[in-house]
């Protein structure tokens, strides 16, 4: 068999010197160098069976680790490196490659102490996917799965590594499942780079994009720069890629605010092509109608669903608007509260926007109405009592004074609805 190079070869068949005592002195030769180390285990939670002896919840992220080339250091037990950086995480799974760099730990504090230990460092992208990067132990004594051995083979000609037997068959999870269990998916795309971009992808098709409105010659054509000037920024935080996806997983994608599953856009002055559930604006006047969401440029923030909760746990959510604020849905549309619902405007309409009936003032109107209904209950009394008139006028204004009484006896207003 012909050499491998690179990557493909970190695993070549040789002959090294793995006994403990030639491998304790390639650990000691490291000093700060970076070497390659692959991941055998890591500590993510108190499940984990050495959760005590590496600090508890301060060991989080601590890995146990095998040299590339003696993979025997496995046996070790200082085989131990812990996260480099505090503030980011990105804790590797097992089987994927790493940095390690030999540098002061806590006890180096005292001056009489040169303590140092191991730190590794982010993922070596060995497969240059954002789902997972192992690497297998072709020294390990278990053979491989046939699939797995020839995906992971076929490199070694130059060939793109892809995956379509639903899984690699790699153990990438941790001792019981420290952390959860890591499920693989093939069908995870990764994110298309145009030029300039800073991405920052997630193992399951999550990602942020620090991009631009730029034109790009790819079959992959992103639609977010049909127009504005390019090097105008945009950034796209997008969770979850389109369920249709293809199960092809190492073909990249681009986002596309209405297939993918929860979005958000922040833009300058690009145009964002969404379709939006409810193109009904009827409630507002035609002179002040927004433009159509897919024809806007200017900045703005979209946020895109299957459904969009605002709760503000202690104060307040507040609504402001140097134009119109247009409410539409497909269905109902419901307000409620414990207290006072206020509509205030130079003219509220209720109904449609050509609404043109005042509204009665309530109250005002049935003091004087029942201030009416006496003088006519009084006009009655004197119709009854008066002998000389004839017919039926008597019983016509019996008959009236009690349709009096039942109108004076009814409460005509509202409880809860009042206007100025």
């Known amino acids: 068999m012909g050499s491998k190079f690179g990557f493909a070869g970190i695993n070549q068949p040789y002959k090294p010197d793995t006994s403990v005592d030639a491998i304790n002195r390639q650990i000691e030769s490291l000093g700060n160098k970076f070497v390659p180390a692959r991941v055998v285990d890591i500590i993510l939670d108190e499940t984990h069976p050495n959760f005590k002896n590496y600090g508890e919840w301060n060991g989080i992220g601590t890995i146990k680790y095998e040299l590339i080339l003696s993979p025997e250091s496995e046996k070790l037990e200082k085989n131990i490196a ?3 950086l505090a503030n980011i995480k990105h804790f590797p799974l097992k089987n994927e ?5 030999s540098l002061p730990d806590v006890n180096s504090l005292d001056s009489l102490n040169d303590n140092k230990i191991f730190y590794y460092l982010n993922v070596i992208s060995l497969w240059n996917h954002p789902h997972h990067n192992a690497y297998p132990n072709f020294f390990n004594k ?4 046939p ?3 020839k995906d992971y083979q076929s490199i070694e000609g130059g060939n793109v590594r892809r995956v379509t037997d639903n899984s690699t068959e790699i153990n990438l999870n941790s001792t019981n499942n420290s952390g959860g269990k890591f499920i693989e ?7 298309l780079p145009f030029t300039g971009d800073n991405i920052f992808e997630g193992r399951f098709g999550n990602s942020i994009r620090l991009g631009s409105t730029i034109k790009s010659n790819s079959i992959y054509q992103n639609n977010w720069s049909t127009i ?3 090097g105008d ?3 796209i935080i997008r969770n979850g890629q389109p369920t249709n996806s293809s199960e092809e997983g190492w073909l990249p994608v681009v986002e596309n605010i209405n297939n993918d599953l929860s979005s958000i856009y922040i833009t300058s002055t690009q145009r964002i092509p969404i379709n939006v559930s409810s193109k009904n604006y009827s409630g507002i006047s035609s002179d002040q109608i927004p433009s159509y969401p897919i024809s806007y440029n200017q900045n703005q923030i979209i946020l895109n669903s299957g459904r969009i909760l605002f709760n503000s746990s202690t104060d307040s959510i507040l609504l402001s608007s140097q134009k119109v604020i247009s409410l539409s849905a497909n269905e109902d549309i419901g307000i409620s509260t414990r ?7 130079d003219l509220v309409k209720l109904g449609g926007i050509n609404a043109s009936e005042s509204l009665l003032l309530g109250d005002s109107f049935i003091k004087q109405f029942k201030v009416l209904l006496e003088t006519i209950n009084l006009l009655c009394d004197a119709l009854v009592a008066e002998p000389a008139l004839k017919g039926g006028a008597p019983a016509a204004a019996s008959q009236l004074k009690t349709i009096i009484n039942l109108i004076k006896d009814k409460n005509y207003l509202s409880r809860f609805s009042k206007t100025i």
């Open 142 to 145: 278990s053979p491989l799965p």
């Open 228 to 230: 504005g000037n390019e």
């Open 82 to 84: 812990k996260p480099l």
């Open 339 to 345: 207290k006072n619902v206020t509509l205030t405007g």
């Open 233 to 235: 920024p945009i950034i």
């Open 97 to 101: 490659i790493v940095f390690l760099a």
């Open 185 to 191: 998916k093939i069908n995870t795309h990764p994110i």
């Open 147 to 149: 699939s797995q051995e």
